[in-house]
């Protein structure tokens, strides 16, 4: 990687799985809300940090609720 693009921050818990879940209004892939996605660009190193240590949690409001393909 160049060294001019390397960041000191951590990378996004993104995984191309854009889909929000219309009950727990969480992204099924990365299990943040829509005001967390928006504001990750505008999130300090420290709350980047302190959501990404909560997010694997929110899993289990989505666990099961996935919509079944018809």
Known sequence: MDEVWKR??????????CVMHPEAKICMGCFRTIGE????????RAERLAL???????????????????
């Open 37 to 44: 996605i928006g504001n990750w660009s505008k999130m300090d």
């Open 8 to 17: 000191n921050e951590p990378d996004s818990p993104c995984v191309k799985v």
């Open 52 to 70: 990404m240590e909560i997010l694997p949690h929110r899993a289990s409001q989505i666990k099961g609720k996935r919509r079944k393909r018809r």
